[in-house]
């Protein structure tokens, strides 16, 4: 079964002026989600215990924080939340298997970077790839046409919420920062790694 991929709140999306977008590989086919929409998780997370994913929920949250410059309920308003593959189910996917997904729902995948259209929420200012797959497989498969399509887009690569080896608070100070590191689409990205308390930074994706 597909999930879908709401904006936490589309009339307040369509009306930021910092739509930000997170793109991760492949949803996780073991969290509890209703109705298999990812602003349907975010939107009931607070009031159902953050589906046992409280630290999915945080890490996500000091992210946007740290764009948008300030801790505040409403920065979700300005969120919205993908996966490149919008199937799940069983062991976690290949990278090729996640490709050729890509590939074969390409046009809709293209929308989320690009669209005018208010129904399904307008183009994102700022894309947020999370961990290394999904930042290779948007770079290798949707980068050139959401570039041409949407030039003013910013990027930057950050861990996944869910990565085992990320410090919360050396993320917490890297989401300070974050808005330093953001380039434009046309440029090469900048990324914020994480391998525990002794190696960890800002460098080139």
């Not at 369509?14 to 086919?29: H, M, W, Y």
């Not at 998780?41 to 948008?68: M, P, Q, V």
């Not at 953001?182 to 900048?190: G, K």
């Amino acid at each position: 079964m597909k999930w879908e991929f709401t904006p936490f709140n589309l009339q307040e999306w369509n009306k930021s002026d910092s739509r930000i977008l997170f793109v991760a590989p492949e949803p996780n086919g073991n969290n509890p989600n209703p109705g298999r929409d990812m602003g349907e998780w975010f939107r009931t997370a607070e009031s159902n215990n953050y589906h046992s994913n409280r630290r999915f929920y945080n890490r996500c949250k000091l992210i946007l924080d740290g764009i948008l410059g300030a801790e505040s309920p409403s920065n979700f308003n300005h969120f919205r939340f993908l996966d490149l593959k919008a199937t799940s189910g069983g062991p976690k996917s290949t990278k090729s298997e996640i490709a050729d997904y890509i590939n074969s729902n390409r046009l809709e995948l293209i929308e989320y970077f690009t669209s005018k259209d208010e129904k399904v929420g307008l183009r994102p200012h700022i894309a947020v790839l999370l961990g290394n797959s999904a930042f290779e497989l948007f770079s290798e498969t949707l980068r050139d046409t959401v570039r041409k399509n949407n030039p003013e887009l910013q990027w930057i690569q950050m861990p996944h919420p869910s990565a085992q080896t990320v410090d919360n608070d050396l993320l917490r100070k890297a989401c300070n920062e974050i808005n330093e590191y953001l380039t434009p689409i046309n440029q090469r990205a900048n990324k914020w790694f994480c391998r525990g308390r002794a190696k960890n930074g800002w460098t080139m994706a």
